[in-house]
């Protein structure tokens, strides 16, 4: 038993002590940046994915500020407060999406020409205090459903920009959590 134990231990050790190799590999493309050889992923499609992300999250920033502004009625207060901070919330993940993107070689589009093409929630106004929370409950739902997806997707390819998603999952499934709080309110 001690046998296979040390076998392990040193085929472990062969590996994480081969510095000559690490150091050579790092020297290899270094124009990629962050992008390894261990990179397994199809950064082409990450970055498209990401791209799309990140027009969601720009046409929800949209959207709370719009609600933000219009909501009115003796309810309006609290909810407009909650409008805002999702607002602001949204924006940074705008930002971290598109510092990823970047961190993969690729460009943010931050294009107005097709963002709500390319977002997967809908810019839908709404009309009432009550309408407005629905949409952005809605938009919530259908982030949600995106991000779990696309962490699906990246699997074991890309730790990294899997890691930042399911942060900023969790923050959406809050969000959701808060409107749906607020819808049962009014």
Not at 105 to 133: C, Q, V, W
């Amino acid at each position: 038993m001690n046998t296979s134990t040390n076998e392990t231990s040193i085929d472990n050790e062969s590996v994480l002590l081969d510095i000559k190799s690490l150091r050579k590999h790092a020297r290899h493309n270094i124009e990629n940046g962050a992008v390894t050889k261990g990179y397994s992923a199809d950064r082409k499609e990450v970055i498209r994915l990401l791209n799309e992300a990140l027009a969601t999250e720009l046409i929800c920033v949209l959207r709370y500020k719009r609600h933000y502004f219009m909501a009115k009625g003796i309810h309006s207060e609290p909810v407009k407060n909650e409008f805002l901070a999702h607002a602001n919330e949204e924006m940074l993940h705008a930002d971290r999406l598109a510092k990823r993107i970047v961190q993969l070689g690729g460009e943010p589009n931050f294009s107005p020409d097709g963002l709500s093409e390319r977002s997967h929630a809908e810019y839908i106004e709404g009309d009432t205090l009550k309408a407005m929370i629905k949409e952005d409950l809605i938009a919530e739902r259908i982030a949600i459903e995106s991000y779990q997806k696309i962490i699906a997707y990246m699997a074991e390819h890309d730790s990294t920009t899997q890691i930042m998603l399911k942060d900023i999952l969790a923050s959406e499934e809050e969000h959701a959590d808060d409107l749906a709080s607020l819808l049962e309110g009014i």
